[in-house]
């Protein structure tokens, strides 16, 4: 089963960066979209970033201007560079990928993978 893996989560003092990285764990068909949920305690999941194969990227309005989505389709592998961190970013962040991809045998056309989630803690 494709697996995602996720890197680069961490504690850092308010105002620095973190880098994130998923990649997705063995050879796909293509990527539909994949990007970066978040989840702070007390609090629902939340879209961070995302990206499409055609290159299209939504954020979410705290973090415009401050946070940016890449790939490396190559590599199957999504990057979330985060500059001037906020106490109010630490969370959860969660890798999401929607794949078409080979699973026991079964083509799917869109299926949606989530990573482990990786711990970001921005101190004050």
């Known amino acids: 089963q494709v697996q995602l893996v996720e890197s680069g989560g961490g504690l850092v003092q308010a105002g620095g960066s973190l880098r994130l990285s998923c990649a997705a764990s063995r050879r796909i068909l293509s990527i539909n979209a994949m990007g970066w949920y978040r989840q702070a305690p007390g609090k629902e999941r939340e879209l961070v970033a995302v990206?499409?194969?055609?290159?299209?990227?939504n954020y979410a309005d705290s973090v415009k201007g401050r946070f940016t989505i890449s790939r490396d389709n190559a590599k199957n592998t999504v990057y979330l560079q985060m500059n001037s961190l906020e106490p109010e970013d630490t969370a959860v962040y969660y890798c999401y990928a929607d794949l078409e991809a080979y699973e026991s045998g079964r083509y799917y056309r869109s299926k949606d993978y989530w990573g482990q989630g990786t711990q970001v803690t921005v101190s004050s």
């Open positions: 990206i499409t194969s055609g290159g299209s990227i």
